[in-house]
């Protein structure tokens, strides 16, 4: 299994700046993933962060709204920028190796005023 | 293209009421399906893993079964702790990872 450190699990941001998003895994692992969940909505991937090679960002997902960064096999950010109340989500990091399940931080919930 | 359907999106049962939950999945090869159970404002919890069609897996009043288009999450005389959001998610060999949009379970006392 893996433990996730999401930080911070919560802010409440102003229009028009961004917030990075720290999540720390307690082993080495190959996949990471970073997902938005919006009030009463399942996951949705934004994108997949893979160590050594820029994130796979999915469609709707771009890379200067969502700037990501890998810098090694236990640490990710997700910045989200020039943010808008329309950002207010809770993001989640996650981690698997696809032959065992996925494991999440706790999320951080952000209020964009 | 891949895709993983959850039903129904909502279900209310009575206490003691016994239901299932349906995840149906069309992907290129499946290395796995997981359920995990959501509660508000908390990361997914992990419940089951489910590799190979017919297999079976159970945790007190649950029970996860799959097959080669579908799984299925039994619930068994369900209490309100039970009420959360269930989702199911696949993993495949062409390396992707998918989520439902999660069936919402409220269990009236």
């Known amino acids: 299994s893996a433990v996730i450190s999401q930080k911070p699990s919560r802010d409440i941001c102003q229009r028009g700046t961004s917030l990075t998003i720290q999540c720390q895994v307690d082993s080495q692992v190959t996949m990471m993933f970073w997902y938005r969940q919006q009030p009463g909505q399942s996951l949705t991937l934004i994108a997949t962060?893979?160590?050594?090679?820029?994130?796979?960002?999915e469609s709707g997902f771009v890379i200067d709204k969502f700037p990501i960064s890998r810098p090694n096999l236990t640490f990710s950010t997700l910045t989200v920028s020039n943010m808008s109340p329309e950002d207010s989500s809770i993001y989640l990091c996650s981690v698997t190796d696809l032959n065992t399940e996925a494991f999440f931080g706790q999320g951080t919930r952000l209020t964009v005023v | 293209e891949d895709q993983v359907t959850q039903s129904p999106e909502a279900l209310r049962l009575q206490e003691g009421e016994s239901s299932s939950l349906n995840c149906s999945y069309t992907?290129?090869?499946?290395?796995?399906l997981f359920w995990y159970r959501q509660d508000p404002g908390k990361g997914p919890e992990f419940l089951f893993t489910?590799?190979?069609a017919g297999e079976e897996k159970e945790k007190e009043r649950l029970k996860a079964t799959l097959t080669k288009k579908e799984s299925f999450l039994h619930i068994t005389a369900p209490k309100p702790e039970d009420s959360a959001t269930y989702l199911c998610?696949?993993?495949?060999?062409?390396?992707?990872?998918?989520f439902g949009t999660g069936t919402s379970l409220t269990v009236i006392p």
């Open positions: 962060a893979n160590q050594g090679s820029e994130a796979t960002y």
């Open positions: 998610a696949v993993s495949t060999t062409g390396n992707q990872f998918y």
């Open positions: 992907v290129s090869g499946l290395r796995g």
């Open positions: 489910l590799y190979s």
